[in-house]
């Protein structure tokens, strides 16, 4: 098969390599220009994505273009037109991510509950929303790709610490800055993610559930950084499914939707609380999904677009994923002098299946080594399976002492939570089977 890969700084960069491994052809576009280093040695790479739709066309059924990112949804719309097999997202998916507010309101349509939540155009104006309705709140940016490091979830029921954070950031902003963000009710529960494949017109099943694990530091401290380490499972879904993306069947079969769709929410007492779409594939999510997958990737594509199954070969149990990262993640700045270019190596006796279960991210090779590239530091991601959660995280952690970097971090705890407290709140809540 050929696939033709188009993204921002080549997030499935891992996914290529092992598409590529298997005999498939492969080409990416890499847009931001700092990232075109990553997996440089171990892929083909394009300049020019629409220019490789000729040698796309060329291989009739056989050919795919993945779209990484909910920002090219326009794109994907038409190129499904054109007759191009396309699985990513599209035009709405793009929006139920960015635009947080309308997220809501589509959550809301299917009658779950959702926080009140305030949209503001500038700092000053959310900084007198606060100031006459204090309480706890959480700052969210709008757009696929604003830096996660600016999100923030408020602490003080007197909001004294987002009006700092506000102040700080209208003080700060550069001339001509027009933040968008909203301001979400906190609210106190377990959180959990629900995911699954969609082809079109009907989900890929069994759907997926996900516990992220946002913060930098172990014990929920430190920047909000994306996602640190998650567990995921296959099993136990239902209920969730048929409560939060079963009821989005339509909207997304109206759309063109193809590809990979999940609702992070809070459950707790008084119901299920959506937080926000992810329109794409997640990323390390990806590679802790595929962990759990009894076939390749290639199969799976071919079965949603071609409709000709419903079915997700999936082990049972679970999967744990474990960031790892070098200084300065989770920011950019001064990872030219700090990290990059870094030797990654593995220990003796790490075994093939060992580097089956590392995806690695912003690497390449350079003679014969592989190194650290691209522009934040984010390594990779080691996984693990088990029947239970706890021999899940003891697999992942196992592989993730193999990789060794200079200043190699990753959190300690992934999973404690999900193991101790959240799947028993869970079951208490009648949200798993």
């Not at 059924?61 to 795919?64: A, E, K, L, P």
């Not at 529960?189 to 995911?195: A, D, M």
């Not at 930098?216 to 014990?219: A, M, S, W």
């Not at 329109?279 to 990806?286: D, L, M």
């Given at each position: 098969?050929?696939f033709?890969g188009v993204?921002e700084?080549?997030?499935?960069g891992a996914?290529?390599?092992?598409?590529?491994?298997?005999?498939?052809?492969?080409?990416?576009?890499?847009g931001?220009?700092s990232?075109?280093?990553?997996y440089g040695?171990?892929?083909d790479?394009?300049?020019?994505w629409?220019?490789?739709?000729?040698?796309?066309?060329e291989?009739g059924?056989?050919?795919?273009v993945?779209?990484?990112?909910?920002?090219?949804?326009a794109e994907?719309?038409a190129?499904?037109?054109?007759g191009?097999?396309?699985i990513g997202?599209?035009?709405?998916?793009?929006r139920?991510?960015?635009?947080r507010?309308?997220?809501?309101?589509?959550l809301r349509?299917?009658?779950?509950?959702?926080?009140?939540s305030?949209?503001?155009?500038?700092?000053?104006?959310?900084?007198?929303?606060?100031r006459?309705?204090p309480?706890?709140?959480?700052?969210?940016?709008?757009?696929a790709?604003?830096?996660?490091?600016?999100?923030?979830?408020g602490?003080?029921?007197?909001?004294?610490d987002?009006?700092?954070?506000?102040?700080?950031?209208r003080?700060h902003a550069?001339?001509?800055?027009v933040?968008?963000?909203?301001l979400m009710?906190?609210?106190q529960?377990?959180?959990?993610?629900?995911?699954a494949y969609?082809?079109?017109?009907?989900?890929?099943q069994?759907?997926?559930?996900?516990?992220?694990h946002?913060h930098?530091?172990?014990?929920e401290?430190g920047?909000l950084?994306?996602e640190?380490?998650t567990?995921v499972?296959y099993r136990?879904?239902?209920?969730?499914?048929d409560?939060?993306l079963a009821?989005?069947?339509q909207?997304?079969?109206d759309?063109?939707y193809?590809?990979?769709?999940?609702?992070?929410?809070?459950a707790?007492?008084l119901g299920l609380?959506?937080?926000?779409f992810t329109?794409?594939?997640?990323?390390?999510?990806?590679a802790?999904?595929?962990?759990l997958?009894l076939?390749?990737w290639?199969?799976?594509?071919?079965?949603m677009?071609?409709?000709?199954g419903?079915?997700?070969?999936?082990s049972d149990?679970?999967?744990?994923?474990?960031?790892?990262?070098v200084?300065?993640?989770?920011?950019?700045?001064?990872y030219?002098e700090l990290s990059?270019?870094?030797?990654?190596?593995?220990?003796p006796?790490?075994?093939?299946?060992?580097?089956a279960a590392l995806?690695?991210?912003?690497?390449?090779?350079?003679?014969?080594?592989?190194v650290?590239s691209?522009?934040t530091g984010y390594?990779?991601?080691?996984t693990?399976?088990?029947?239970?959660?706890?021999?899940a995280?003891d697999?992942?952690?196992?592989?993730?002492?193999?990789?060794?970097?200079?200043?190699?971090?990753?959190r300690?705890?992934?999973g404690?939570?999900?193991?101790?407290?959240?799947l028993q709140?869970?079951?208490q809540?009648g949200?798993?089977?």
């Open positions: 098969m050929r033709l993204g700084t080549n997030d499935l996914m290529y390599h092992g598409l590529a491994r298997r005999g498939h052809e492969v080409r990416v576009f890499v931001e220009e990232s075109r280093d990553v040695g171990m892929l790479f394009s300049a020019d629409r220019a490789e739709l000729g040698w796309l066309r291989a059924d056989q050919g795919v993945l779209f990484e990112s909910a920002v090219k949804g994907q719309d190129l499904r037109r054109e191009f097999q396309v997202g599209c035009a709405l998916g793009d139920l991510e960015a635009d507010e309308f997220g809501q309101q589509v349509g299917i009658g779950l509950h959702t926080a009140r305030h949209r503001f155009i500038g700092y000053q104006p959310a900084i007198d929303f606060l006459h309705s309480g706890r709140y959480v700052l969210k940016f709008n757009g790709t604003g830096p996660r490091t600016r999100n923030y979830v602490e003080m029921d007197d909001s004294a987002m009006l700092a954070l506000l102040a700080m950031y003080d550069a001339d001509g800055d933040p968008d963000f909203v009710e906190y609210v529960g377990v959180e959990v993610g629900v995911g969609f082809n079109g017109q009907a989900f890929l069994p759907a997926c559930i996900d516990f992220e946002k930098f530091f172990p014990g401290l920047e950084t994306g640190m380490g567990i499972s136990d879904s239902r209920r969730l499914f409560a939060v009821p989005l069947r909207l997304l079969a759309t063109g193809c590809g990979y769709i999940n609702v992070n929410l809070i707790n007492d609380w959506p937080l926000e329109s794409r594939f997640g990323y390390p999510g990806f802790i999904c595929e962990a997958h076939e390749p290639e199969r799976i594509f071919v079965r677009l071609r409709r000709d419903l079915r997700l070969a999936t149990g679970y999967a744990c994923g474990v960031v790892l990262t200084p300065p993640f989770p920011y950019r700045h001064g030219e990059k270019g870094e030797p990654i190596c593995l220990r006796g790490t075994t093939d299946q060992d580097r995806f690695f991210a912003e690497v390449a090779q350079v003679g014969g080594q592989l650290t691209g522009c390594v990779g991601v080691a693990g399976t088990g029947f239970t959660v706890g021999q995280c697999a992942a952690y196992r592989r993730a002492r193999q990789v060794v970097v200079p200043n190699l971090r990753y300690t705890d992934i404690e939570r999900v193991r101790l407290h959240d709140k869970l079951r809540l949200c798993l089977g």
